[in-house]
């Protein structure tokens, strides 16, 4: 009796496999595959081959460069230690540009201004000012300072805007060139009411102005690129006031 009871269980166990088996041929024999490789690529803001033209500042030049090209931020009329004569104005012409491989790209100048001593008697008034071109706006009212007069500046941080509206506009070099957002101002004008006694003594006096630029192509979590570029601009900003 055990003995037909195993060779029963092995007849079962038998015919099991041989349905695995077949289960596992059928399935081996029906089969597909397929293999997507997806490349991706990173944008790219590029320095400029060659400085803006002195003339068109919002074109590249058509001479060589020396010194070379070496960042995004131009001031091609500075002249380093320029002195301060108190009812005069100084040539200083920030202008940012990109290379002609670049993405485009949302452009902000934040400016510090650390010439004057916070605590001198009428220390704005005496501060030097900049009057902002057409191409540029300031990001906002609470970002910027002013003399006191409209549309001159002391500090702050401005967009490029490329026809004076309110939103930054995108940068985008066109026909194989370096592309430039213009002068953000042209001139600093020394208050005639400053004197020695106002500007700082346990520094340098300086006006520092940086640029950051934002691929426009970054939305983020937000409705569109600029707003973007707007948020982070403002964040960026905080820590040039800070620097």
Known sequence: MENKKKKRYGIIAALLLLV??????????????QTKVNEFTVGSID?????????????????????????????????????????????????????????????????????????????????PYFTLNSNWKPVAT?????????????????????????????????DGKAAYTGELFSTVHIPAGMNNADV?????????VSCYIFGADQKGDKADAATNALEQAKEWAKTQAQA
């Open 20 to 33: 695995l088996a077949a289960g596992v041929g059928t399935y081996a024999w029906l089969t597909a595959t």
């Open 47 to 127: 320095k400029p081959e060659v400085k803006p033209n002195p003339d068109q500042p919002n074109k590249p030049g058509d001479k060589p460069t020396d010194p070379s090209v070496d960042g995004y931020l131009f001031e091609t009329k500075w002249t380093d230690k320029s002195k301060m004569i108190p009812g005069t104005t100084i040539n200083k012409n920030p202008n940012v540009g990109i290379g002609k491989d670049s993405d485009s790209s949302y452009v902000f100048i934040y400016v510090k201004n650390a010439i004057v001593k916070t605590d001198a008697e009428n220390a704005l008034a005496k501060t």
């Open 142 to 174: 609470d970002q910027v300072k002013t003399n006191g007069s409209e549309g001159q500046y002391v500090s702050g941080l401005f967009m490029y805007t490329a026809d004076g509206t309110s939103t930054p506009a995108e940068l985008t070099p066109a």
């Open 200 to 208: 700082v003594k346990d520094k340098k006096p300086a006006m520092t």
